[in-house]
């Protein structure tokens, strides 16, 4: 059963712009908090936006102001608009979802990677060349 599909990676120059969809279960969209991670090759896995079920916002600090994440319930997706790229903002990008927050978290706790989470897409590749 897969749950979250992303798409829109593709390779673009530096200072271009893409937007990456996360096609999620309808449960999911209504009732679930939800991040964007990524993984560049060699490194671990970073969070990278985060949105809970209220809509309050969270960002890592190496993509605050260029990168916005939002989710349309309607059509049961989650974007991540990405600006301005650069090229370290080169990695695989997933989604993830997450039930229920505990106590103490939220989405900026999502993003801190301190959130297991219950979903995980299978990722798309964003290639930005300098």
């Known amino acids: 059963q897969v749950l979250l599909v992303e798409s829109g990676g593709g390779s673009v120059q530096a200072g271009g712009s893409l937007r990456l969809s996360c096609g999620v279960d309808e449960y999911i969209a209504d009732s679930a908090s939800m991040g964007w991670f990524r993984q560049a090759p060699g490194k671990e896995r970073e969070g990278v936006a985060a949105?809970?079920?209220?809509?309050?916002?969270s960002y890592a600090n190496s993509v605050k102001g260029r990168f916005t994440i939002s989710k349309d319930n309607s059509k049961n997706t989650l974007y991540l608009q990405m600006n301005s790229l650069k090229p370290e903002d080169t990695a695989t990008y997933y989604c993830a979802a997450v039930w229920a927050l505990n106590d103490g978290e939220d989405a900026r706790t999502v993003v801190n990677g301190l959130v297991k989470m219950d979903y995980w897409g299978k990722g798309t590749l964003v290639t930005i060349s300098s």
């Open positions: 949105i809970d079920v209220d809509g309050l916002t």
